[in-house]
Each structure stands twice: as structure tokens, then as C-alpha cells.
């Protein structure tokens, strides 16, 4: 009878079977955390999931090529928009869905991309191109991304700065701040009072 040798695998191997483990022991460290929004909740991976400083946010229509991540989520009937953090991601559902029915799935779509070790971000994604900013802007953009952005993605949102024309800031909002009650008392008590305090060219702040 022929003995067939056995052979140790490859480095390549070992590599992706070191990759899958350390990807499967991440999805263990999954939970959930409510918004301000009762449309939108906000998990936290336990792993990294963008190495960029800002988050992304996607919506119907994603396909893995831009985002395996993302991809995964949109498809899910209820889910309206993704937004995507370093280590969280915000799951916005439309107003009729329930998230008793949507949690386990929304879960266990994360669970299955990270078990797949596929980037959050695929090779047809492309960051959008921002103009370079005037002098007023670059202090707006500063006071938002170093001051007000790490509490508005504490609560699972992002805002970004648009623009700024005749005294008045135009900011996007995303994730749970989209449609959430309490995002127009935050823009005129939090994020304008401080801009207008340290920005005298401020006169408004307005989400567009």
C-alpha cells in the first residue's frame, strides 16, 4: 500500500487561514447601540472596518465592487443607508421597518463579511474630490471635524461641511442624523453658536 506524504501548507495558505480566524473572533465582539434616531442604530464591530479618519455612508444600489460591506447591508429589505466608521457602523432602516425583525439579519450580514476577510471597500470605489478651501472655510472645516464630528459619530452620524456663501455654513448630515428630532436644536444651539463664537464671518448654519 503507497503511503501518500502529507505537506505542510503554504505561507500563502496559513496566511488566509490566520486571516479568517482573527476576522471570525472580531464578529464575537459585535454589539448594538441606540441613536438619538429611532431609525437609526449603531453597531460597534470590535474591528477596524475604514482606515480613513471620516465615514462613509452608502445607500440602495451599492454593489460589492464599491463596498462588500456596505453591499451586504443595503440589500436587506428595510435598510435605507449605511454609514460605515472605523470601527462602527450606523444602519438607518425606513420608518415602517422593524428592528426586531431587521437585528439578527443586519448581524449576521456583518458577521458573514467579516468572516469572508473582504475589505470594507472595493476596488470600484472611489473617494469623492473635495475643492481646495478659502481661509474661512479651512477654520469651519477645523472647529467641525476636530470639535463637533467626534460627538455627532459618538451618536452614530457624521456631518461635513458643503460650503460656505454670504455668512451662511451649508453642512450635510448622514447616518442618524438624518431625520433625527433633535438634529435642528444641535445645528442651532451646539454647531452654530460655537462657529458663530469663533468665526465672526458666521451668521448660519444649515444642513442641505
Known amino acids: 500500500m503507497e503511503i501518500v506524504g ?17 476576522a471570525l473572533e472580531a464578529t464575537l465582539r459585535i454589539h448594538t447601540e441606540r441613536t438619538p434616531n429611532p431609525d437609526s442604530v449603531k453597531w460597534v464591530v470590535g474591528r477596524v ?32 443607508r449605511v454609514l460605515l ?10 420608518p415602517e421597518a422593524d ?25 470600484a470605489y472611489e473617494a469623492p474630490v473635495r475643492a ?11 472647529i467641525l471635524e476636530s470639535e463637533v464630528s467626534p460627538y455627532v459619530e459618538q451618536d452614530g452620524g457624521e456631518i461635513s461641511l458643503v460650503s460656505f456663501r454670504d455668512g451662511v ?5 448622514r447616518g442618524a ?6 438634529s435642528t436644536v444641535t445645528l442651532k444651539l451646539g454647531v452654530e453658536a460655537r462657529l458663530r463664537e469663533e468665526i ?6 444649515v444642513a442641505v
Not at 500563502?12 to 479568517?20: K, L, N, Q, V, Y
Not at 466608521?85 to 425606513?94: H, I, Y
Not at 428592528?99 to 476596488?123: E, F, K, N, Y
Not at 455654513?169 to 448630515?173: G, H, N, P, Q, S
Open 132 to 142: 481646495p478651501d478659502d481661509e474661512v472655510e479651512a477654520r469651519i472645516r477645523e
Open 99 to 123: 428592528w426586531r425583525a431587521l437585528g439578527q439579519t443586519i448581524s449576521q450580514a456583518i458577521r458573514d463579511w467579516a468572516a469572508s476577510g473582504l475589505p470594507a471597500l472595493g476596488p
Open 49 to 80: 472596518i475604514l482606515e480613513g479618519p471620516r465615514p462613509l455612508e452608502f445607500g440602495p444600489g451599492t454593489g460589492s465592487e464599491e463596498s462588500p460591506l456596505a453591499a451586504r447591508l443595503v440589500e436587506i429589505s428595510g435598510v435605507s
Open 6 to 22: 502529507w505537506s505542510r501548507p503554504s505561507a500563502e495558505i496559513r496566511d488566509r487561514i490566520e486571516a479568517r480566524d482573527e
Open 169 to 173: 455654513v451649508e453642512v450635510a448630515l
Open 85 to 94: 466608521g472605523q470601527d462602527q457602523l450606523t444602519v438607518s432602516k425606513s
Open 200 to 205: 465672526p464671518e458666521v451668521d448660519a448654519v
Open 177 to 182: 442624523c438624518v431625520g433625527c428630532p433633535s
